[in-house]
């Protein structure tokens, strides 16, 4: 079972970046996907869910409107597309995978991690 983050990267304010999670070793579509950050000296945070169909979506209040998660499911592929990055959104952002159908907040719920991958604004 793995799942690789990439398309992380420096970016300016009021920039974009589209992260990538590669799923592969499990039915990639019998799983919810979620993406969390992380910074260091805090707990990991939860940013964005799908369900297994990438119809049902959760975000967290704090970038609602500027992120989209999607899903390609014949790719086995995951995504984040980050807009109008803010330099709060420096993190080392995870992808994770939890067998079920809809999507969840809490990372207790998730069986597989990615190993991170870092953004960082600058302001």
């Known amino acids: 079972v793995q799942l690789v983050e990439s398309g992380g990267g420096l970016v300016q304010a009021g920039g974009s970046l589209t992260l990538s999670c590669a799923a592969s070793?499990?039915?990639?579509?019998?799983?919810?996907i979620g993406w969390f950050r992380q910074t260091p000296g805090k707990e990991r945070e939860f940013v964005a869910t799908?369900?297994?169909?990438?119809?049902?979506?959760d975000y967290t209040d704090s970038v609602k409107g500027r992120f989209t998660i999607s899903r390609d499911n014949a790719k086995n592929t995951g995504y984040l597309q980050m807009n109008t990055l803010k330099p709060e959104d420096t993190a080392v952002y995870y992808c994770?995978?939890?067998?079920?159908?809809?999507?969840?907040?809490?990372?207790?719920?998730?069986?597989?991690w990615g190993q991170g991958t870092q953004v960082t604004v600058s302001s």
């Open positions: 070793g499990f039915t990639f579509d019998h799983y919810a």
């Open positions: 799908s369900d297994w169909t990438g119809v049902s979506t």
């Open positions: 994770a995978a939890v067998r079920s159908g809809q999507g969840w907040r809490p990372r207790g719920r998730y069986d597989y």
